[in-house]
């Protein structure tokens, strides 16, 4: 969702889950979208992980922690989970902080002086 790369983690919480693909949408509103916009998702494939995967980390709405690879297929991108479990009792605006001071590092690294 931010700025993807090879190996990627992400914490965010599930929009959607296809049962007959085993795929996630994953999506948290961050930064802020006009209320016209959607709000930045990305897809998800847990095939390889459906053993360990939870119902409950299915479930519309759960946030969960994701760790994959980046995979481009044609002019998409999607994560192939290696692991996937729940994030527990998030402080939303801490979140939040964070990765804006994370992603102002980001930009700063990238465009020097």
């Not at 994953?26 to 916009?37: A, F, G, I, S, V």
């Not at 999607?78 to 992603?103: D, P, T």
């Amino acid at each position: 969702m931010h700025d993807i790369k090879a190996n990627h983690a992400t914490n965010d919480s599930v929009k959607t889950y296809n049962v007959a693909t085993g795929h996630l949408i994953l999506e948290h509103n961050y930064p802020r979208c006009k209320p016209t916009q959607e709000p930045p998702c990305i897809p998800v494939d847990v095939n390889a992980v459906l053993q360990t995967v939870t119902a409950d980390e299915l479930r519309v709405g759960a946030w969960v922690n994701v760790l994959g690879y980046v995979r481009r297929e044609e002019s998409s991108v999607y994560v192939e989970a290696v692991m996937v479990f729940r994030a527990g009792a998030i402080a939303v605006g801490e979140y939040e902080r964070i990765l804006h001071h994370s992603l102002e590092v980001y930009r700063r690294v990238r465009r020097p002086g």
